[in-house]
């Protein structure tokens, strides 16, 4: 097989919600479609200094701020690629399409895969999503479940999972419904676990599966434009999460935790392996809390979801 090229590109958000692209030469491979701005990596160079040189050289800025964004291979039918996407959030200097080449600062949400490369799918989605996810722990009441929710609107996590164990399905179904509302007025993503039997399309909600459920699957569940997680734990359930294009994975357990203290746990090298096997957003679970973000990132992964760490 054809050697993998290794490319660096750039997702250079701002605090508007806003990401730059560029739209590539019509000569060049891929050519007219946008992209985020990079290129190859050079013989013995870095990815951090790859990246910085690539940025000066199209667009004229230096990075100042940058982390691990997600990592995929692609193969195109004339050459494989390793996309290597950083996350740029400060820079010095005023982006110039130096190549000649259009620029766009385009509304993250509003990014459309079409115009993109087909590899760069997977990358729009995790220029989307949020770093943290915070699970809800298994209560026993509404109240309590309203409050845990209220605690949440006011936090970091930009996806809310409720899970509720004890609860049955419709009861989850119901309210998730009816906190649907305030979710999204608080610019986050409301997900509910529950069989796919359960789950309603069209209410504003997203749908997590656990891995037993995944496993049964024989295609995505729910339209494209609803969010669609799913738990994992081998590389077996890794596969089908990409068969089925789920948009995100809560790999674990990374760590032991509170809720697994004694059990077996993938620990970081493991977990990153397995990460580099997908090119599917992935958020490590077990034994997380936001300190372990940067080291999360580094491993590949989009961010973290946790239980008890983001009460
Ligand atoms: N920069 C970038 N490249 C992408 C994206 N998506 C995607 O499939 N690619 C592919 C297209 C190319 O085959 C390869 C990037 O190579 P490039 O043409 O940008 O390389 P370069 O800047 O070093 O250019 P050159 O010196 O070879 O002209 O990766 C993306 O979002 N950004
Ligand atoms: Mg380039």
Redesign the pocket.
Known sequence: MAKV?H???AAICDDRGQVL??R?AQS???GG????????VEVGESRETALSR?LQ??LGITPSDMRPLICLT?H?PD?S?C?D?WKVSAFTGVPEGKEGQPLAWVAVDSLNPDV?????AP?IKAVQLSELIAVSPAVATHEEARQWLKQQLAGSAGILQLRLPDWQPEQRMAFAIEHATDVEAAGKQLLVNVPVSSFRVGTGLGLHLPQQDLMSLSQRPVPVDTLFTVSCHDIKSLQKAEAVHADAILLGTVLPSASHPDGECLGWDLAAQMISSVRTPVYLLGGMNSDHLSQAWNAGAQGVAGIRSFL
């Open positions: 090229i490319v660096v590109a692209v560029a590539r060049a491979h891929q479609l946008w992209e985020f701005p990079g290129g190859k690539e050289e199209e692609h195109y050459k690629v996309l996407v993109f490369p087909a590899a760069n990358i």
